[in-house]
Structure formats: C-alpha cells, structure tokens
C-alpha cells in the first residue's frame, strides 16, 4: 500500500508534530559528532516550514536510566543548537516532551517556527509504549509524521502508540526514500544484484541472507562470520572467530546458495593478527586456510579484487556489515575499499545502515552512493522481511 506522505497533506496554521531521528554521538563536550541523522531529517522539516505549519519535533537520545546526570548527559540541546545552524533559525529547546510547560511552549509558536521536545525516554512510557502518555503526546498534534526510520522497528509512544490519537498522519521525505530504495533494492533490483553481508555472527545475519538469496544473483560474505562458513567446508581457521554452534546452520545456507544458482563468495586470503588489537603485527594471509597461531581479522588483498569485480559489473549493489574489524586501523582496508568500490559502481548502490554506513560515512563517500540507510536495526529487519510497527500505522 501506497504511505501518504507529508506533501500530500495541508500544514499551514497546523501543530505538526515530527517524529525524527536524533540519537546521534556526541563527544565529551556534549558536541555533535556526526550529524548525518540531523542533516537527513532537514527536508521534511524545512517543507513543513515552508508551509507555514508550527513544527514540533520530537526525538530520543541514547539510553536514559532515570538518573539525574543522564538529563545532562543525554539531553537534546546540542541536536537543537546543530539544527539551528543547519537551518537557519531559531529552534526552541523545550524543557521537557510533555505537561503544562510544553503546552504553553506549542500554543505560543506561531507558523513556521519550530520547537524540539527534551529527549521522549526521560520518561520510561515511550519505551513501554503507554496509552496515556501516547495521548499526551497526540495532544499537542494535529498533524503527526513520522520521519524516524532509525525508530521504525521499535513500537514505542511516539513511532506508532500516538498514531491513532491523531486526526492526520503521513510519512516524512525520509521515510518515503528509505522504503522506495530498500524496496526497490530487494523487491525489483536491476540485476546482476551483488548483495555484500559482513559482520561478526551468522546467527546475527541469518533472516538478511536467507532473503537476500532469495532474490541476489551473488553474495559476497566477509566478517568473522565468513570464517563459520569456512569451517563449515572443512577450511582450517586458526584462532579465528567461529560460532561452533551453528556450522550445521552454515552449510545449509551454501546447500540453499547452490541449489538456487547463488554464487557465495567466501574469502580466498585473509589479513590476520595473533589477537584482535590495534597494536598486532598484520599479516596477510595469502591462502583460504588460516594458520593456526592466527585469527582473520579482515579480507585480504585477493578477496578484495574478487569482491571489487562483482561490485563494479553489478546493477544493483545492497551492502550490509563490516568486512573485518573495522574500528581498528590494521584491519580496516577490506571495509574501506568496499565503500569504495560501490562510490566507483556506476550500480544503483543502497547501504543498510549500522557500521557499513558508519564506514561510508568516515571515507567521505556518502554523495556518492544512491542512498545510506540511516536505519542499522529497521534496515535489517526491513531486509529480513519484518513488518515494522512505525511504517504499519501508517499504512491503516
């Protein structure tokens, strides 16, 4: 079903209440670290500007628990300050999300202003998803839309509980671009399709790549999870990263791979340390096989070429998961020259949030990707095939 989205609906003079997608890092000084999640929301809110309508957001940080100093640590004043720049206005920091104080602050704004609501989990309701704050919130609405994709799979008071207390709803610009792309990507891909999965577990991955080899023509596999799929041929492994307990699992997915003509493509050389630290000796590996006093900790040189090649001859390129231990320099290459590969695809490449986002994000490649999921939990389950509660009420 076709989601309505906020340009189809009239906000001028109408309390708009935006669920965004706040929960960025900050460093020590309380300062915004990375505010790709900010500048994303940017167009839904600046339309409803536009419009004349009078804007509330609403977002979470991080995760309070109820003490005193998480209202210092965790509040939303440096996501508002950033705003501000990024939009060239001002933008009111209420002091909290609900009660009198936040009544009056939204029946004081006046059309095209905007106003950001302390963080929603100071109060544990927005978790538990509790009617009477749900309809607190939906009090200070008429319009409510929801634009935080990163939230989409959670049902919390404000990405879904407060729907129905509304008279109008829609999806932001960034919602309605996370599902074309994610959608399209899986539903009718231009194929070849290449799908790239990495990460730590099999049993993390598992949904993602049963669905993927459902409509992929290769996957290409990196991670410590490339190595239980390796022992699962009989590869020796050295001391690296292997889940014991679900080899039986692995083989069944390269059984289902050849049966349905997927080619998964495992590593053929590896990068290794003794032990998974910044200060290892890195040792290129130049063999499927591991020694034994080693651990992979990314793909290797190889490998690499191997996966470059798929990428570059695909049509769409779906990437989801780390190729090796990517938050220590040593073992950082074959991630980094993933995201590069897809900037140079001429494909339709779509990034699924989390660390390949992460990645994208740190090489200064983002422009040149077709889109970067801004959604590491929704965009799995998305992939898995999950109905998430912050899309479905928006499709009643």
């Not at 419009?51 to 965790?74: C, F, M, N, T, W």
């Not at 200070?140 to 959670?154: I, K, M, Y």
């Not at 050849?258 to 130049?286: I, S, W, Y």
Request: contains cysteine.
């Amino acid at each position: 079903m076709a989601l309505k989205t906020i340009d189809a609906l009239d906000l001028a003079g109408k309390r708009v209440f935006i669920r965004v997608d706040f929960n960025v890092p900050l460093d020590e000084q309380g300062k915004v670290t990375d505010d790709a999640r900010i500048r994303a929301a940017l167009p839904t809110i600046q339309h409803a500007v536009k419009a004349r309508a009078r804007v509330i957001l609403a977002s979470h940080l991080g995760r309070p628990k109820g003490k005193p100093e998480d209202r210092q640590k965790l509040t939303l004043l440096p996501a508002a300050e950033r705003l501000q720049q990024l939009l060239g206005q001002d933008v009111i920091l209420a002091d909290d999300c609900i009660g009198d104080g936040v009544r009056k602050a939204v029946k004081d704004l006046g059309p095209g202003q905007v106003i950001l609501l302390e963080n929603l989990r100071f109060h544990p309701e927005e978790e538990k998803n509790e009617e009477l704050f749900a309809r607190e919130l939906a009090s200070l609405a008429d319009v409510w839309v929801n634009d935080a994709f990163g939230t989409a799979h959670r049902a919390h008071a404000s990405t879904a509980g407060m729907a129905k207390f509304v008279k109008e709803k829609a999806a932001g610009f960034l919602i309605q671009k996370e599902l074309e792309y994610l959608g399209k990507a899986l539903g009718s891909p231009s194929r070849p399709f290449v799908a790239i999965v990495g990460g730590a577990k099999v049993s993390d991955k598992l949904k993602v790549l049963e669905n993927l080899l459902a409509k992929a023509d290769a996957v290409c596999v990196g991670g410590a999870m490339a190595y239980t799929f390796l022992k699962a041929q009989g590869v020796e492994v050295g001391k690296s990263l292997v889940e014991a307990d679900k080899l039986d699992l692995a083989r069944q997915i390269l059984d289902r791979a050849t049966a349905r003509k997927v080619d998964l493509l495992l590593p053929v050389d590896h990068v290794c340390g003794a032990e998974p630290k910044e200060t290892a000796k890195r040792v290129v590996v130049n063999d499927r096989a591991v020694p034994a006093d080693l651990m992979g900790l990314d793909i290797g040189p190889k490998t690499l070429d191997r996966y470059r090649q798929r990428i570059l001859s695909a049509k769409t390129v779906f990437w989801n998961g780390p190729m090796g231990l990517f938050e220590q320099k040593p073992w950082a290459e074959g991630t980094f020259a993933v995201a590069r590969a897809m900037a140079d695809s001429p494909a339709v490449t779509v990034v699924g949030g989390g660390d390949s986002a992460a990645a994208v994000e740190e090489a200064g490649l983002v422009e040149k990707m077709t889109h970067v999921s801004t959604g590491g939990g929704a965009s799995l389950e998305f992939i898995e095939g999950r109905e998430l509660p912050g899309i479905k009420v928006l499709e009643e």
